[in-house]
């Protein structure tokens, strides 16, 4: 199944530029271009509080997700990409998994996420690990495309 190496992207990382152009152009295959974070990417990772993971599947980068921390409280994961070729070998999950855990450590309690129903392998995968709809967010993507706001909570002791 994933055999890739996760890694966090660090802000003086040395390749920083190769990653993020990495990710931009997965990004830009992936997603409608509204969508897209490809022109603000760099922007995005340099604000405080935010995070990326990514799948290292030898010299490839097979998927990645960015996430931020507004408050204590919550988290949201603003993209969850995997490239075609490494789709349905568990990365998603992979990731997914590892951006929950990172949550957890900054003891938020809820991650929330906004995703479009009819992408069924990603709602499945949320499901999968707990998330539940809470509402739908009509026009949220463009105006004929609506979305699911899902969030997961941590029980707290």
Not at 26 to 35: L, N, Y
Not at 54 to 79: E, F, H, N, R
Request: charged share 25%.
């Amino acid at each position: 199944m994933a055999t890739g190496v996760i890694v966090e992207l660090q802000r003086n990382s040395p390749n920083w530029a190769k990653v993020v152009g990495d990710i931009v152009r997965i990004e830009k295959k992936i997603f409608p271009k509204h969508e897209s974070l490809a022109r603000s990417f760099d922007d995005e990772l340099k604000k405080k509080n935010s995070g990326l993971l990514y799948t290292q599947v030898g010299t490839d980068i097979a998927g990645y997700v960015m996430y931020y921390w507004p408050s204590s409280l919550c988290a949201c994961i603003t993209k969850l990409a995997v490239k075609e070729n490494y789709r349905g070998q568990g990365h998603g999950e992979k990731l997914l998994k590892a951006t929950v855990q990172k949550c957890r450590t900054r003891n938020a309690h809820r991650i929330s996420l906004h995703v479009d129903p009819t992408r069924t392998p990603a709602m499945q995968l949320y499901k999968k690990l707990g998330f539940q709809v809470d509402t739908l967010v009509e026009g949220y993507y463009s105006s004929d495309r609506n979305a699911y706001r899902m969030y997961l909570d941590f029980d707290m002791e």
